[in-house]
Every structure is written in structure tokens, then in C-alpha cells.
């Protein structure tokens, strides 16, 4: 493992303005004080492992990530605890995950405990960062992004010689606001994210970039998220282009679509599998069409369904609205999906005892 070393910022931001915005930090919008940073050479390796002060980074307009999206990032949280001490979950399936990622977009491979530093060296040194949930706001955190791109000045068209990796990172309050409703979710017909021997599977930014149109189209019809179907068949569930999607049927299983190289294998999801017998369900991962969910919503055989990943948890959805048809799931939030945001935020935040071994201590 690398250590990293740490060039301290001369000007942190000052305690009141830090205290004030971890006090409503929404998300995404303020940054901490340092980020890490590691830089890769095909010559060289990995070297000059590294937390320093947080800035805007200095890029040829030539670099390649700016053409051709050699881009990957990954999402994961710092909690505090009761007794102060901070904790991230599951670390090692993102350090996995970034790399099977890496693999696809032809970036280097990180090694996953040098994934791990690099998120304990920045909260080690912003640690001041990390918000204190109260009763009202069980859910504040730190969010960390790190992320890779190619940097080489190069227009040329194969895999960078030249990559930067960083770890950057943002206090984060709860994802909603004004307590846990259902979404709606608009059903994108046309519009595909990703599609076999494509990217799907990979956290990269460029299935971001192709599912912002997909996610116009739903604001316009007054929906907060997408959902996509497969690119083949335009059939079968896949997830909501940031989030993947759980259902509940009445007769206790927790159903949700296998993965395959156009999903993305979230944490939350396999955290949910993992958990399920011990709320008494079944888990099963298969492929599921839109008229199942459509016909088992209508005859009470699936009584629920949820997104889920890092950021917002668990979000019940309320509504599936397709081109000439809705699926209702009403306007509370179902049972299973609370009982399940409950059982994982208990877990994250250190209240009940973590018998999977799944928290990392990270400051
Ligand atoms: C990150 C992400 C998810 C959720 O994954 P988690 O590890 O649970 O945060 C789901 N779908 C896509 C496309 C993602 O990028």
C-alpha cells in the first residue's frame, strides 16, 4: 500500500463558514478542503500518491478525457458515529467496481487498498468535514467521489498514456428534504443508456451524458426519474440510469433484475439481497418485463417497488408512467422499503452491531 502525503491547505475554509454549511450542505455543492491525488504514466505507474489542498484542476484543452470520455468515477459515504469516530461502507466493492470499470474504458488498474487510502488520507485530513447527524437529519454524511480521467494532450484516438485520479469530497444532508415520498418515474421508450457490449455496467460519466435527454423527457412529464428498458427487446426492466430498482411481492419475495453488462452492480442493491432473509424475504434476481410489473401491481401480486443506491438510499416510487398506460403504487411509502432504508442506515451510522463485517473505519 501507498501512503499518501499530505500538503495542507494555508487557507481551509473558516470553522463558522464550514459549521455553517455542514448545517445545510443539500448536495454536491460545497467541497472540502483537500482531495487526493494520484498520477499515473505508462512508464511510470501510479506515483506521487497525495491529499492537497482542493483547487481547480489545470488541463490542455488537447487532454483527452475532453473528446473522447475516457472518464470513470465512483460514490460512497463517510458517516459518523455516536462516539465521533468515522466509517465508510462496503469500500471494497467500490475498489472492485472502479477497477472492472477501468477495465472497460482501457484506464489503468488502481490497486483496491490504495482505492482505500486514498479515502481514509482526505477524511483523516477533513475530517471536521464529516457531519454529526442529529434527530432530525439522521441521514447527513460525507460524500466522496473519487474519479479518473485521461489526461494525456493527445487527440489522437486510443487509451490515454497519461491518467490523474482523484478523491474529492462533500458534506451531504439528508436526500429528502421534507420527509420520504414516492417518486414518479417516467418509462423511456425510445431513449437507451446502455446496451449489450456497451458501457452499462461501467460507472462511467459517459452513460451519464447519455441519459440526461431521457431524464428532460421525464421532467417534462412531470417525473423525477427514468426508467430503462433493455436496448434489445424494449422489454425487460433494467434500472433508473443512477439507480438500480427492487419490487416486492405480496408473497415475500424481493425481485429484481439480474445484472447483466447493462446494469450497474450497485452496492445498495447487493446490500438489499444480502439483507433480505433477514426481513423475511426472498431475494431473486431474474429478468423481469415492464408487463409483469404492470400486471402484478394491478393484481396485488407486487405490492411495492424502490430505487436504490449511495446517495439516496432507498427511494419508494409511487408511479411508473409509460406512453399509454401507469403503474400505481399509491402515494405512501411502502412498508418494505422504509424497513429496509431503516435496517441499512442502522448498519451505516454504527446504531445496531455490523455482524457482515461490512464498515471500514476511516478516521
Ligand atoms: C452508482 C450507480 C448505481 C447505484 O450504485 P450504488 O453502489 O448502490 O451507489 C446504480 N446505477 C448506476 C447507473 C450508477 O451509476
Known amino acids: 500500500m501507498?501512503?499518501?502525503?499530505?500538503?495542507?491547505?494555508i487557507q481551509p475554509q473558516p470553522e463558522l463558514v464550514r459549521e455553517n454549511i455542514k448545517k445545510n450542505p443539500g448536495f454536491g455543492l460545497y467541497f472540502t478542503d483537500h482531495m487526493a491525488h494520484v498520477r499515473y504514466t505508462i512508464d511510470d505507474g501510479w506515483q506521487a500518491h497525495q491529499v492537497k489542498p482542493y483547487a481547480p484542476l489545470q488541463l490542455d484543452p488537447a487532454a483527452a478525457v475532453f473528446h473522447y470520455a475516457q472518464e470513470i468515477f465512483e460514490?460512497?459515504?463517510?458517516?459518523?458515529?455516536?462516539?465521533?469516530?468515522?466509517?465508510?461502507?462496503?469500500?471494497?466493492?467500490?475498489?472492485?467496481?472502479?477497477?472492472?470499470?477501468?477495465?472497460?474504458?482501457?484506464?489503468?488498474?488502481?490497486?483496491?487498498?490504495?482505492?482505500?487510502?486514498?479515502?481514509?488520507?482526505?477524511?483523516?485530513?477533513?475530517?471536521?468535514?464529516?457531519?454529526t447527524p442529529g434527530e432530525d437529519a439522521d441521514e447527513s454524511s460525507l460524500y466522496l467521489r473519487p474519479f479518473m480521467i485521461a489526461s494525456e494532450r493527445f487527440l489522437g484516438v486510443r487509451a490515454s498514456h497519461e491518467v490523474d485520479y482523484?478523491?474529492?469530497?462533500?458534506?451531504?444532508?439528508?436526500?429528502?428534504?421534507?420527509?420520504?415520498?414516492?417518486?414518479?418515474?417516467?418509462?423511456?421508450?425510445?431513449?437507451?443508456?446502455?446496451?449489450?457490449?456497451?458501457?452499462?455496467?461501467?460507472?462511467?460519466?459517459?452513460?451519464?451524458?447519455?441519459?440526461?435527454?431521457?431524464?428532460?423527457?421525464?421532467?417534462?412529464?412531470?417525473?423525477?426519474?427514468?426508467?430503462?428498458?433493455?436496448?434489445?427487446?424494449?422489454?425487460?426492466?433494467?434500472?433508473?440510469?443512477?439507480?438500480?430498482?427492487?419490487?416486492?411481492?405480496?408473497?415475500?419475495?424481493?425481485?429484481?433484475p439480474e445484472l447483466s453488462d447493462s446494469i450497474l452492480d450497485g452496492v445498495t442493491r447487493r446490500s438489499l439481497l444480502d439483507l433480505a432473509p433477514q426481513l423475511?424475504?426472498?431475494?431473486?434476481?431474474?429478468?423481469?418485463?415492464?408487463?409483469?410489473?404492470r400486471e402484478g401491481a394491478a393484481n396485488g401480486d407486487i405490492v411495492e417497488a424502490f430505487a436504490c443506491g449511495t446517495a439516496a438510499v432507498i427511494t419508494p416510487i409511487g408511479r411508473i408512467v409509460g406512453p399509454d398506460f401507469t403503474i400505481?403504487?399509491?402515494?405512501?411509502?411502502?412498508?418494505?422499503?422504509?424497513?429496509?432504508?431503516?435496517?441499512?442506515?442502522?448498519i451505516q451510522y454504527g446504531r445496531v452491531e455490523d455482524t457482515n463485517n461490512w464498515l471500514v473505519r476511516l478516521a
Open 75 to 131: 460514490g460512497l459515504k463517510a458517516y459518523r458515529h455516536a462516539d465521533g469516530s468515522v466509517w465508510t461502507f462496503r469500500p471494497d466493492r467500490n475498489a472492485a467496481r472502479i477497477n472492472r470499470s477501468a477495465e472497460r474504458l482501457a484506464l489503468p488498474q488502481l490497486p483496491e487498498e490504495d482505492f482505500i487510502e486514498s479515502l481514509r488520507a482526505l477524511v483523516r485530513v477533513d475530517q471536521e468535514w464529516v457531519p
Open 280 to 293: 423475511g424475504l426472498e431475494p431473486e434476481e431474474r429478468r423481469i418485463t415492464i408487463d409483469e410489473w
Open 166 to 256: 482523484y478523491v474529492i469530497a462533500c458534506p451531504a444532508g439528508p436526500y429528502f428534504a421534507g420527509g420520504i415520498k414516492p417518486v414518479s418515474i417516467w418509462l423511456s421508450q425510445s431513449l437507451k443508456r446502455a446496451g449489450h457490449g456497451g458501457t452499462g455496467f461501467a460507472k462511467c460519466g459517459g452513460n451519464y451524458a447519455a441519459s440526461l435527454v431521457a431524464q428532460n423527457e421525464a421532467a417534462a412529464q412531470g417525473c423525477q426519474q427514468v426508467l430503462f428498458t433493455d436496448a434489445d427487446e424494449n422489454k425487460y426492466i433494467e434500472e433508473l440510469g443512477g439507480m438500480n430498482l427492487m419490487l416486492v411481492t405480496r408473497d415475500g419475495r424481493l425481485l429484481t
Open 328 to 346: 400505481d403504487h399509491g402515494e405512501e411509502p411502502g412498508e418494505r422499503a422504509m424497513e429496509f432504508r431503516k435496517t441499512l442506515l442502522d
Open 2 to 9: 501507498h501512503k499518501f502525503a499530505v500538503l495542507k491547505n
